[in-house]
């Protein structure tokens, strides 16, 4: 299934829409998802993933928050890729679909890392959020 934005007549001078590219944003990341499919599909082998998170404030800052992301057979592959929660992060976030990848080519059942996230946010900082993950295999 294919998502796509509403096309503006042409010959209208365009204006900065915010709404509009939020929206386009939104359906974006609907896209993102769709495709992703479900974790059966990209691990077949993988009867659970459970990924404890813990986001902080800048690369050094105090913590923000921590969460916890089960995964089974049926959920989407796209709830690997966790949000930044920097402000006003613009295409940002942390994808955690490689370390899976890597944790299951080589059969372990768990792993640890950190992560930065590398993108800028609407003032042009970068490097405004980090995080720490623990990763949980189930075969």
């Given at each position: 299934?294919?998502?796509?934005?509403?096309?503006?007549p042409?010959?209208?001078?365009?204006?900065?829409?915010?709404?509009?590219?939020?929206?386009?944003?939104?359906?974006?990341?609907?896209?993102?998802?769709?495709?992703?499919?479900?974790?059966?599909?990209?691990?077949?082998?993988?009867?659970?993933?459970?990924i404890h998170?813990?986001?902080?404030?800048?690369?050094?800052?105090?913590v923000?928050m921590e969460q916890?992301?089960?995964m089974v057979?049926?959920?989407?592959?796209?709830?690997?890729?966790?949000?930044c929660?920097g402000g006003?992060?613009?295409?940002?976030g942390?994808?955690?679909t490689?370390?899976?990848?890597?944790?299951v080519?080589?059969?372990?059942?768990?792993?640890?890392g950190?992560?930065?996230?590398?993108?800028?946010?609407?003032?042009?900082a970068?490097?405004?959020?980090?995080?720490?993950y623990?990763?949980?295999?189930?075969?």
């Open positions: 299934m294919k998502i796509s934005a509403q096309e503006k042409a010959g209208k001078r365009e204006k900065r829409n915010t709404n509009t590219e939020k929206n386009a944003r939104r359906l974006e990341l609907i896209q993102k998802r769709l495709d992703a499919g479900p974790l059966s599909e990209r691990f077949p082998q993988v009867s659970s993933i459970t998170i813990v986001h902080y404030y800048g690369t050094t800052g105090p923000f916890t992301v089960n057979p049926s959920s989407n592959v796209y709830l690997l890729h966790m949000q929660m006003k992060c613009i295409n940002g942390f994808d955690l490689s370390s899976v990848e890597e944790l080519r080589n059969n372990k059942k768990s792993g640890k950190k992560m930065v996230c590398g993108e800028k946010d609407a003032y042009g970068s490097n405004h959020a980090s995080i720490c623990d990763i949980s295999i189930k075969y």
